[in-house]
């Protein structure tokens, strides 16, 4: 494995490369399975075919959107999004308070959905952009 930030070969349980101290995954100066230079924003490398782009799979702005509109006051877009503990608070405010304070609720999950939409939530809680 080599360092995405400085082309350092690294070891594999690495949590840091010991050369530059980035954190393992961060950078996109080199391929981190061959360690040739890349593009900046290269999807893939050019020597080896390797899928440069280290987000994983990322999650639905309209789906995140909708679900704060419609299903807000449960938390269900931050459970979506993995945003837990915010899903977690806003799904206690509705059940615990026996519906009374599920308006609250409601309009916290609408203005986020709109938020979400408009682009001004536009990242999961792991940093991934959400794609459109």
């Not at 040739?36 to 994983?56: D, I, P, Q, W």
Request: some cysteine; aromatic content about 8%.
């Amino acid at each position: 494995m080599y360092c995405r930030n400085c082309g350092s070969i690294m070891n594999d349980q690495a949590a840091i490369c010991v050369t530059c101290g980035v954190p393992v995954g961060k950078g996109n100066n080199y391929c981190p399975m061959c360690g040739e230079a890349t593009e900046s924003m290269a999807l893939v490398c050019m020597k080896c075919g390797v899928n440069l782009n280290s987000y994983g799979e990322q999650k639905s702005k309209l789906a995140a959107g909708l679900f704060g509109i419609f299903l807000g006051m449960f938390g269900v877009h931050r459970f979506y999004l993995g945003n837990i503990g915010i899903g977690v608070a806003q799904l206690l405010i509705t059940v615990l308070t026996c519906f009374l304070l599920s308006w609250v609720s409601a309009i916290w999950g609408l203005i986020e959905g709109i938020l979400i939409l408009s682009g001004s939530i536009n990242r999961d809680a792991k940093g991934v952009p959400l794609r459109d």
